[in-house]
């Protein structure tokens, strides 16, 4: 017998397709965009994600932390951005 390989990254793309597929309609607005650049994320970084091994439960907490501080973040930038428009004419 021998030993069995599996292709990750397919595995890695039905996960996060699941996860939409699951969340999307749960999810504010800011959420859905959060969940749009953790996607970017974690398929451009899965060699990382490969190498954990890690209880499903934990991955699911930290999702949803994930998710509030991307929506905070989200927030936080577009309000940097406002400001940052309203001051350049008064420089």
């Known amino acids: 017998m021998g030993r ?9 793309r ?8 699951d969340l999307w309609q749960l999810l504010s607005a800011e959420e859905r965009l959060a969940l ?3 996607e970017s ?3 451009g970084r899965s060699h990382l994600i490969e190498s954990l091994s890690t209880p499903y439960l934990l991955g699911a907490m930290l999702l949803v932390a994930l998710l509030d501080i991307e929506a905070r ?4 930038e ?9 001051t350049h004419g008064k420089e």
């Open 73 to 76: 973040l989200e927030r936080v």
């Open 36 to 38: 749009e650049r953790l």
């Open 78 to 86: 577009a309000e940097l951005a406002r400001l940052e428009s309203g």
């Open 4 to 12: 069995v390989n599996y292709s990750f990254t397919p595995r890695l």
């Open 41 to 43: 994320r974690w398929i």
């Open 14 to 21: 039905e996960e996060v397709h699941r996860i939409r597929r």
